[in-house]
């Protein structure tokens, strides 16, 4: 039997503790966005830089009554952009998320009918008037890393973030929680998440590498990866039947694991039985993948540093400056 460390099974329990608040329905979220809009409405400052740019970091689920704060204990953090608008001392707040509509569970399990796996993992930015969740919400991080006047920061909307968010459902970007990398150094990524710090990152490489503005400089923008280590990750030929059998059975077993009702030594117990991680969808390739040689710790959170990226496969992205450079991910 697989010796795992004390510290390890303490982990894995309040992982799994937790898990179950977090398994809404598959189906698109019935809240997600529903206060949210297209484009602040700055008011004109006449060309000073009135706007703060803000990188709020909080632990990933922490509005939650039950969970609170206990996934920051993981290095688990959520990433948004708050934008703040100081005008004669008169303030006024709006809150940038990047997430998968559903949620992060509904975006990572499949829904499951027989053989039938369908999923819903579409990513997209939602903005909310004020500071979601108040204030002291975003207790990780809340740091200005950049200031813009009004003009710029409505083009960052109108050219940049609605664009990206027209993209049609189950079209990319698609929400993908693991980041899967090769062992040892250096690492390479053998699977790319795609996760709230990702739709960060875009914005603010738009913000700075195609607009211009100078972003602080003592600023390094880190935030959360899951990492998840292989030898290798070959796509699957989901036409072989004994294949997609046990992909099927591989994802029952997961659905059991976050399942509600389930006593937690029997999640633990499931959990076990499935490492090391077999397979990996990837809804940005829309291809299954099979992992070798997983070892143990077999799925590693990580906050770490991450250079500026635009987002991935957009060869009209660099340095231009309309809607149609950003028409991107179809």
Same mark, same amino acid.
């Given at each position: 039997?697989?010796?795992?460390?004390?510290?390890?099974?303490?982990?894995?329990?309040?992982?799994?503790?937790?898990?179950?608040?977090?398994?809404?329905?598959?189906?698109?979220?019935?809240?997600?966005?529903?206060?949210?809009?297209?484009?602040?409405?700055?008011?004109?400052?006449?060309?000073?830089?009135?706007?703060?740019?803000?990188?709020?970091?909080?632990?990933?689920?922490?509005?939650?009554?039950?969970?609170?704060?206990?996934?920051?204990?993981?290095?688990?953090?959520?990433?948004?952009?708050?934008?703040?608008?100081?005008?004669?001392?008169?303030?006024?707040?709006?809150?940038?998320?990047?997430?998968?509509?559903?949620?992060?569970?509904?975006?990572?399990?499949?829904?499951?009918?027989?053989?039938?796996?369908?999923?819903?993992?579409?990513?997209?930015?939602?903005?909310?008037?004020?500071?979601?969740?108040?204030?002291?919400?975003?207790?990780?991080?809340?740091?200005?890393?950049?200031?813009?006047?009004?003009?710029?920061?409505?083009?960052?909307?109108?050219?940049?973030?609605?664009?990206?968010?027209?993209?049609?459902?189950?079209?990319?970007?698609?929400?993908?929680?693991?980041?899967?990398?090769?062992?040892?150094?250096?690492?390479?990524?053998?699977?790319?998440?795609?996760?709230?710090?990702?739709?960060?990152?875009?914005?603010?490489?738009?913000?700075?590498?195609?607009?211009?503005?100078?972003?602080?400089?003592?600023?390094?923008?880190?935030?959360?990866?899951?990492?998840?280590?292989?030898?290798?990750?070959?796509?699957?030929?989901?036409?072989?039947?004994?294949?997609?059998?046990?992909?099927?059975?591989?994802?029952?077993?997961?659905?059991?694991?976050?399942?509600?009702?389930?006593?937690?030594?029997?999640? !633990?117990?499931?959990? #076990?039985?499935?490492? /090391?991680?077999?397979?990996? $969808?990837? =809804?940005?390739? +829309? *291809?299954?993948?099979?992992?070798?040689?997983?070892?143990?710790?077999?799925?590693?959170?990580?906050? !770490?540093?991450?250079? #500026?990226?635009?987002? /991935?496969?957009?060869?009209? $992205?660099? =340095?231009?400056? +309309? *809607?149609?450079?950003?028409?991107?991910?179809?």
């Amino acid at each position: 039997a697989m010796a795992v460390r004390p510290a390890a099974v303490v982990a894995i329990t309040l992982w799994l503790g937790v898990m179950p608040n977090l398994a809404a329905t598959n189906d698109p979220a019935q809240g997600w966005c529903a206060n949210g809009f297209q484009t602040p409405n700055f008011a004109e400052d006449g060309g000073d830089h009135s706007i703060s740019v803000i990188l709020a970091q909080a632990p990933l689920f922490s509005n939650s009554p039950t969970i609170k704060r206990k996934l920051g204990l993981f290095g688990l953090f959520h990433t948004a952009l708050v934008f703040r608008q100081d005008i004669r001392g008169a303030e006024r707040y709006w809150t940038l998320e990047f997430d998968s509509t559903t949620n992060v569970l509904g975006a990572t399990l499949p829904r499951i009918n027989g053989s039938q796996l369908t999923w819903n993992n579409d990513a997209r930015y939602c903005l909310t008037q004020g500071i979601l969740w108040g204030r002291e919400h975003w207790h990780k991080s809340f740091e200005v890393v950049a200031r813009a006047h009004r003009d710029d920061a409505t083009l960052l909307f109108e050219h940049f973030v609605l664009p990206l968010n027209r993209t049609a459902h189950q079209t990319r970007p698609l929400y993908q929680l693991w980041h899967v990398v090769t062992r040892g150094s250096p690492q390479k990524s053998l699977i790319e998440d795609l996760t709230c710090g990702d739709g960060v990152n875009w914005a603010l490489h738009y913000l700075t590498k195609v607009m211009g503005i100078p972003l602080m400089p003592s600023f390094r923008l880190r935030y959360t990866r899951i990492e998840i280590n292989a030898a290798s990750a070959t796509q699957v030929n989901i036409r072989d039947a004994d294949e997609w059998r046990r992909i099927v059975q591989y994802f029952q077993g997961m659905a059991v694991v976050v399942g509600r009702g389930t006593p937690v030594l029997q999640r !633990i117990i499931r959990f #076990l039985t499935l490492m /090391p991680v077999a397979y990996i $969808y990837d =809804g940005n390739s +829309n *291809a299954y993948y099979k992992l070798r040689g997983n070892r143990f710790l077999w799925i590693r959170p990580r906050f !770490i540093e991450t250079p #500026l990226h635009g987002p /991935p496969n957009n060869s009209l $992205y660099a =340095g231009v400056q +309309n *809607a149609a450079a950003v028409e991107l991910l179809v």
